[in-house]
Each structure stands twice: as C-alpha cells, then as structure tokens.
C-alpha cells in the first residue's frame, strides 16, 4: 500500500483557532473558555473544577487510601495553591473542605492538614515552574505497574501518540516514597516543558500550564495507555508503532493543553450535574 502524506500539523491554517476541533461554523454549542470579572469569581471557579477533577478519579478508581494529590494555583496568590485535604476520599471531596497550602506546606485556609508526600512533590514543582498551573499524581494500578519497567511510553495508538516525546521517565528516588524536600526537587526538574512523569517504581504524575482540567484529563488518558500498553506487552506480540512523524502530528492536535481541557468538559458536565454535594 502506497503511503499517504500527512500535512505537517502547523501548515493547516486554524482560522484563528486554538484547535482544528473548534468549530467553523458560528451558532454552534461548543465548549468555551470561561472569561473572569473577578479573582473571587476565577477562584470558585477553580475550585469546583478541583472538586470535579478529584470526584473523577474517585469514579475511574484511582483512590488508594489516602495517597494522591491534586493541585490547582490560586489566580490571585499564585504563591499559594489549593489541593485535595489529607485522608479524605476522592468521592467526598467538597469545594468547603478544600485546602489552601504556600510552598513550606502551611496550611493558610481550610481545616485539614495536608498530604506530606504532596507537599514535597507538588510545591516543588509549582515553585520550580511558575508557568505549571496544576497537578495530579495517584496511585494507580496500571500507571504504578508500568512504572515498574522505567521505561516510556510507545507510540501504539493515536492516544499514546499524544504523550509522544512529552513526557519523561524519572528514575531518582525511585520506590522511595516522597517526604523528603529532597524528593521533590529532583521531580521537579524533569518537569521541564512536558505535561507528564512516570516515576521509576512509583507511579505517574501529569502537569498542565493550562487548567486543572487539562492535568486532570491527562492523567487518566496516561493511565489508560498504561494499561494498554501491558495489555500488548502480554500478548507477546511486537505491536506496529505510529512513526514518529505522524505521532507528533497525533500530538499536535489531540494532545495539547487546550485539547486535555476540552476532553474534561463531558466529565464536568457528568459530575455537577449527578453529584451537587460537590459544591457543598
């Protein structure tokens, strides 16, 4: 079969667009990017999609007691950021148990106490990286089992392709579990310019210069290629991979900031619309 020539992702004229996927024709419901009057009004709106992004992995089944974090800046102190509370369920996390932490790990709102181990990671990485907005990190099965091998993902698919040459394997402190300041710093680092980490004998960390949205959305499609990528792992089977100039195309286009908080608008939609205690 004769190849077929793909058109270099920034040769296609977006008409001012962000991404191809937004529409041409005027009139249409399309997601769009909300627009702020206020810090208090940008801030709740933050803060509910935190809730959303934590009540989302409670429903993709990445709860492991009390380990994962994620994190979102406050757009007014952006030396301050709001995260999940210690020892409380994805399920039952609520805008009113919220907590707001600096980059020591002092809780400067909210009543619970902070999870140490997303202290060091996370405040180290939005303090290392002013431009990264948000976080996530879970203990999940496939993403710790393919963490295991220290080594990246393949281009199997048009969803792996989307994390092709934007992320990293990070292999210090790996099984070492994360409550030295130490810790976070090395992680950090190796969060320059990607949006995702899997951390040797640990597990997988997204980031996003975007929306807690985008970070949250690709950590569970990270996930997902984890699971995949054991399931072709097991079949014995060597699987044809996506060539590299088509899995940047890929990339280009279903794998941008942009595109991560487009997929999270159904599961926003989803979640405020069946579980209103989140905005208790």
Same mark, same amino acid.
């Given at each position: 079969?004769?190849?077929?020539?793909?058109?270099?992702?920034?040769?296609?004229?977006?008409?001012?667009?962000?991404?191809?996927?937004?529409?041409?024709?005027? *009139?249409?419901?399309?997601?769009?990017?909300?627009? $702020?009057?206020? &810090? =208090? /009004?940008?801030? #709740?709106?933050?803060?509910?999609? %935190?809730?959303?992004?934590?009540?989302?992995?409670?429903?993709?089944?990445?709860?492991?007691?009390?380990?994962?974090?994620?994190?979102?800046?406050?757009?007014?102190?952006?030396?301050?950021?709001?995260?999940?509370?210690?020892?409380?369920?994805?399920?039952?996390?609520?805008?009113?148990?919220?907590?707001?932490?600096?980059?020591?790990?002092?809780?400067?709102? *909210?009543?619970?106490?902070?999870?140490?181990?997303? $202290?060091?990671? &996370? =405040? /180290?990485?939005? #303090?290392?990286?002013?431009?990264? %907005?948000?976080?996530?990190?879970?203990h999940t099965v496939y993403g710790t089992?393919?963490?295991?091998?220290?080594?990246?993902?393949?281009?199997?698919?048009?969803?792996?392709?989307?994390?092709?040459?934007?992320?990293?394997?990070?292999?210090?402190?790996?099984?070492?579990?994360?409550?030295?300041?130490?810790?976070?710093?090395?992680?950090?680092?190796?969060?320059? *310019?990607?949006?995702?980490?899997?951390?040797?004998?640990?597990?997988?960390?997204? /980031?996003?210069?975007?929306?807690?949205?985008?970070?949250?959305?690709?950590?569970?499609?990270?996930?997902r290629c984890c699971q995949q990528q054991?399931?072709?792992?097991?079949?014995?089977?060597?699987?044809?991979?996506?060539?590299?100039?088509?899995?940047?195309?890929?990339?280009?286009?279903?794998?941008?900031?942009?595109?991560?908080?487009?997929?999270?608008?159904?599961?926003?939609?989803?979640?405020?619309?069946?579980?209103?205690?989140?905005?208790?």
């Amino acid at each position: 079969m004769a190849a077929v020539l793909q058109t270099p992702a920034q040769d296609i004229d977006l008409k001012g667009r962000v991404s191809i996927y937004q529409p041409e024709q005027p *009139g249409l419901v399309f997601p769009e990017i909300p627009r $702020f009057e206020s &810090h =208090a /009004a940008h801030r #709740e709106h933050l803060k509910q999609r %935190l809730v959303a992004a934590c009540r989302a992995f409670a429903l993709q089944g990445f709860d492991y007691g009390f380990a994962g974090h994620l994190t979102i800046r406050d757009p007014e102190h952006p030396q301050l950021y709001w995260t999940n509370p210690m020892a409380v369920h994805f399920s039952q996390v609520k805008v009113s148990n919220l907590i707001l932490a600096d980059h020591e790990g002092k809780v400067v709102e *909210g009543r619970h106490a902070i999870n140490r181990a997303g $202290f060091v990671l &996370h =405040a /180290a990485v939005h #303090e290392m990286h002013p431009d990264i %907005l948000a976080m996530c990190h879970a203990h999940t099965v496939y993403g710790t089992a393919f963490a295991s091998l220290g080594r990246p993902l393949e281009p199997i698919s048009q969803d792996a392709a989307a994390f092709y040459e934007d992320h990293v394997v990070i292999g210090d402190e790996a099984g070492q579990v994360a409550v030295e300041v130490k810790a976070g710093h090395k992680v950090a680092h190796a969060f320059k *310019g990607v949006k995702a980490a899997i951390h040797q004998n640990h597990g997988l960390l997204t /980031a996003s210069r975007h929306s807690i949205e985008s970070a949250a959305f690709w950590f569970i499609a990270l996930e997902r290629c984890c699971q995949q990528q054991l399931m072709i792992d097991a079949s014995g089977h060597k699987p044809r991979l996506v060539s590299p100039e088509r899995a940047r195309y890929s990339r280009e286009h279903v794998g941008s900031e942009y595109i991560g908080w487009l997929h999270f608008q159904p599961i926003w939609e989803q979640i405020s619309r069946t579980q209103p205690d989140m905005f208790d």
